[in-house]
């Protein structure tokens, strides 16, 4: 072999000991030339290191600082929320309800907040009064100075739930006493069974089908009731209010009613809204210890007050089979009832089928059972009527508010398109009157001193001026002095 060759083999041995060192292998039996490359190995053993490189993936924990993300966590802290809870600080508004309930008095829409109107009650306070309100439904200012009594009434017919509340208000002068009522009433009860004129010709009475006498929940009138021991007394009336003059059970549908006793009488106050109101009247009625009898006494205790004419009677022919008058012209219902001064000879010619006639004929009340006024509105779902009675009557057969330190006890009913299914209060209700001396206006200021010696209260009442309230239409304030007798009729002494 030439020297050449050898040359060019070391010279490629050389080269490939390069390589495997740089690989950081060793060549067998040439651990002399290749020890040296052996720690360029070592470098190799770095890139093993290199190979923990690999788990830097794991860096990518470093994400995991994404805990920022926390920081949405921090919308956490939206107590702010919290704040919004707040915002059942309106909800607490809803407590204006009260005023509500005594706006109620000033109107149709109140009652329905009548439950708001103070806490229920068992007495009712009758305020003495110069101006009187006028009996037509509306509730006057005047009645703003007497304390409303709110109590509630259960288990009668066509009712929600069977209930209803009753606020009510009494007045007085010198002779006369008056009272408001007004109560929820979900439908204005009017065709108390009316005829129909049927596709034939014929007629038909719509009465409630499920009536066994006496008990129509179906085609009837809304009415109430307020009755009143009268100084006879009646036994268990001071414990149990009126349920102490009815009995349940009793031969009809919902019992009889009289008293406990022979010689107790109680004054009732019957509220017709189709059989009297409209002449401006209550039923004057009362309660006698009479017990049921079907030919003698079927109304058993329960009696109306002498008359010497008026009332109503039911519009019906001599065979039964239709009515016998029609209204003025002819005109079919509504209303439900005919002025006996306006009935006239029912002409079926002038009426068509579904048309109805009223079944009852009405007038003024004269004598002692017509002694009680009213003025009656059912609107938007409430009652309110006005009534108003002498404090003196003198009938055997009244309550007689003779001693204005005594306590009157009495009950309250509501009947909704019932005959006798009402809801009733279940304690006895108590009535007081209030002398001039300890009454003051609800709600209204008494007069001020600096009023003394003004020669008009228009000065700021006419205007509002600082913050005086405008001078309501009752009493009449058109020539209005600033008279204590007349200012005291709102403000009090």
Same mark, same amino acid.
């Given at each position: 072999?030439?020297?050449?060759?050898?040359?060019?083999?070391?010279?490629?041995?050389?080269?490939?000991?390069? #390589?495997?060192?740089?690989?950081?292998?060793?060549?067998?039996?040439?651990?002399?030339?290749?020890?040296?490359?052996?720690?360029?190995?070592?470098?190799?053993?770095?890139?093993?290191?290199?190979?923990?490189? !690999?788990?830097?993936? *794991?860096?990518?924990?470093? &994400?995991?600082?994404?805990?920022?993300?926390?920081? &949405?966590?921090?919308?956490?802290?939206?107590?702010?929320?919290?704040?919004?809870?707040?915002?059942?600080?309106?909800?607490?508004?809803?407590?204006?309800?009260?005023?509500?309930?005594?706006?109620?008095?000033?109107?149709?829409?109140?009652?329905?907040? *009548?439950?708001?109107?103070?806490?229920?009650?068992?007495?009712?306070?009758?305020?003495?009064?110069?101006?009187?309100?006028?009996?037509?439904?509306?509730?006057?200012?005047?009645?703003?100075?007497?304390?409303?009594? @709110?109590? !509630?009434?259960? =288990?009668? *017919?066509?009712?929600? =739930?069977?209930?209803?509340?009753?606020?009510?208000?009494?007045?007085?002068?010198?002779?006369?006493?008056?009272?408001?009522?007004?109560?929820?009433?979900?439908?204005?009860?009017?065709?108390?069974?009316?005829?129909?004129?049927?596709?034939? /010709?014929?007629?038909?009475?719509?009465?409630?089908?499920?009536?066994?006498?006496?008990?129509?929940?179906?085609?009837?009138?809304?009415?109430?009731?307020?009755?009143?021991?009268?100084?006879?007394?009646?036994?268990?009336?001071?414990?149990?209010?009126?349920?102490?003059?009815?009995?349940?059970?009793?031969?009809?549908?919902?019992?009889?009613?009289?008293?406990?006793?022979?010689?107790?009488?109680?004054?009732?106050?019957?509220?017709?809204? #189709?059989?009297?109101?409209?002449? /401006?009247?209550?039923?004057?009625?009362? %309660?006698?210890?009479?017990?049921?009898?079907?030919?003698?006494?079927?109304?058993?205790?329960? +009696?109306?007050?002498?008359?010497?004419?008026?009332?109503?009677?039911?519009?019906?022919?001599?065979?039964?089979?239709?009515?016998?008058?029609?209204?003025?012209?002819?005109?079919?219902?509504?209303?439900?009832?005919?002025?006996?001064?306006?009935?006239?000879?029912?002409?079926?010619? =002038?009426?068509?089928?579904?048309?109805?006639?009223?079944?009852?004929?009405?007038?003024?009340?004269?004598?002692?059972?017509?002694?009680?006024? @009213?003025?009656?509105?059912?609107?938007?779902?409430?009652?309110?009527?006005?009534?108003?009675?002498?404090?003196?009557? /003198?009938?055997?057969?009244?309550? !007689?508010?003779?001693?204005?330190?005594?306590?009157?006890?009495?009950?309250?009913?509501?009947?909704? =398109?019932?005959?006798?299914? +009402?809801?009733?209060?279940?304690?006895?209700?108590? %009535?007081?009157?209030? $002398?001039?001396?300890?009454? $003051?206006?609800?709600?209204?200021?008494?007069?001020?001193?600096?009023?003394?010696?003004?020669?008009?209260?228009? @000065?700021?009442?006419?205007?509002? *001026?600082?913050?005086?309230?405008?001078? &309501?239409?009752?009493?009449?304030?058109?020539?209005?002095?600033?008279?204590?007798?007349?200012?005291?009729?709102? +403000?009090?002494?």
């Amino acid at each position: 072999m030439s020297a050449a060759s050898r040359m060019n083999i070391a010279i490629a041995i050389a080269v490939i000991a390069v #390589i495997i060192a740089a690989a950081g292998l060793a060549l067998p039996g040439q651990k002399g030339d290749t020890g040296p490359a052996g720690p360029a190995g070592q470098a190799g053993s770095q890139g093993a290191a290199g190979a923990q490189g !690999q788990t830097g993936p *794991a860096g990518p924990q470093g &994400p995991a600082g994404a805990q920022g993300a926390q920081g &949405p966590a921090g919308p956490a802290g939206s107590a702010g929320p919290q704040g919004s809870a707040g915002a059942q600080g309106p909800a607490g508004s809803a407590g204006p309800q009260g005023p509500q309930g005594a706006q109620g008095a000033l109107g149709p829409a109140g009652p329905a907040g *009548a439950a708001g109107v103070g806490v229920e009650s068992s007495i009712l306070k009758a305020s003495p009064t110069v101006a009187t309100p006028s009996l037509d439904g509306a509730v006057d200012p005047v009645w703003l100075k007497a304390t409303p009594l @709110v109590v !509630q009434v259960k =288990n009668g *017919a066509n009712l929600p =739930n069977g209930s209803t509340t009753v606020l009510m208000r009494a007045l007085y002068t010198k002779d006369t006493i008056y009272f408001l009522a007004q109560w929820s009433d979900p439908t204005l009860s009017q065709r108390r069974s009316p005829w129909q004129m049927q596709a034939d /010709g014929t007629w038909k009475k719509l009465t409630d089908p499920n009536d066994k006498g006496g008990d129509n929940n179906l085609y009837y009138e809304d009415k109430a009731s307020f009755i009143w021991p009268t100084n006879t007394g009646v036994k268990g009336f001071e414990k149990v209010g009126c349920l102490a003059s009815c009995h349940p059970g009793e031969t009809k549908p919902y019992g009889n009613m009289y008293t406990s006793n022979a010689g107790e009488i109680a004054d009732m106050w019957h509220f017709k809204s #189709i059989r009297t109101a409209p002449n /401006g009247q209550v039923d004057d009625q009362y %309660l006698d210890s009479t017990r049921y009898n079907k030919t003698s006494a079927p109304e058993a205790g329960r +009696h109306s007050d002498p008359k010497t004419s008026g009332g109503y009677n039911d519009n019906v022919n001599a065979a039964k089979n239709g009515p016998q008058y029609g209204r003025a012209n002819n005109m079919p219902a509504p209303p439900y009832y005919i002025l006996d001064s306006e009935k006239v000879p029912i002409n079926a010619s =002038n009426y068509k089928a579904g048309d109805e006639v009223p079944g009852i004929i009405i007038a003024p009340i004269v004598g002692d059972r017509g002694d009680i006024k @009213v003025g009656s509105v059912w609107k938007d779902g409430i009652w309110t009527i006005e009534m108003s009675r002498k404090l003196v009557t /003198g009938s055997k057969y009244d309550v !007689q508010y003779s001693n204005m330190t005594a306590e009157y006890l009495f009950g309250v009913a509501v009947f909704e =398109n019932a005959a006798v299914r +009402h809801a009733w209060t279940d304690i006895p209700l108590k %009535l007081t009157f209030q $002398t001039a001396e300890t009454t $003051t206006a609800a709600g209204i200021p008494a007069i001020p001193a600096s009023h003394e010696g003004r020669t008009t209260c228009a @000065v700021c009442h006419a205007t509002g *001026a600082a913050g005086a309230p405008i001078f &309501p239409s009752t009493p009449d304030h058109k020539s209005f002095e600033d008279a204590r007798a007349v200012c005291s009729t709102c +403000h009090g002494k």
